[in-house]
Nanobody
Framework: QVQLVESGGGLVQAGDSLRLSCVASGGTFSRYIMGWFRQAPGKEREFVAGITRSGSRTLYADSVKGRFIISRDDAKNTVYLQINSLKPEDTAVYYC??????????????????WGRGTQVTVSS
């Protein structure tokens, strides 16, 4: 069973950038499709970005395309989310998640088997 720990969140201004990290332990990281989700107050958790086991394919929500970049470093058991041109509507708790059995990146919350506790990103206007 893999444990996931996110970091890198914080309070930033609109237009700033952040890089979120998610370190995995207790499992073979390269076996997992990795995803980033976010949840704003009063809203459902939503898919943001995902990356395949090989790192060769990525998928993004339309709302973040061109601003967010997901990447992984299997040597460090880490998946990253580079967030550029932050907007107030990006304010949310950001979670990383691992999908052990999928064939490609899925956007559904239920498709992921393991979750971190999240890191808060707050964007002021």
């Amino acid at each position: 069973q893999v444990q996931l720990v996110e970091s890198g969140g914080g309070l930033v201004q609109a237009g700033d950038s952040l890089r979120l990290s998610c370190v995995a332990s207790g499992g073979t990281f390269s076996r997992y499709i990795m995803g980033w989700f976010r949840q704003a107050p009063g809203k459902e958790r939503e898919f943001v970005a995902g990356i395949t086991r090989s790192g060769s394919r990525t998928l993004y929500a339309d709302s973040v395309k061109g601003r967010f970049i997901i990447s992984r470093d299997d040597a460090k058991n880490t998946v990253y989310l580079q967030i550029n041109s932050l907007k107030p509507e990006d304010t949310a708790v950001y979670y990383c998640a691992a999908d052990q059995y999928g064939f490609t990146v899925n956007t559904g919350v239920r498709r992921y088997d393991y979750w971190g506790r999240g890191t808060q990103v707050t964007v002021s206007s």
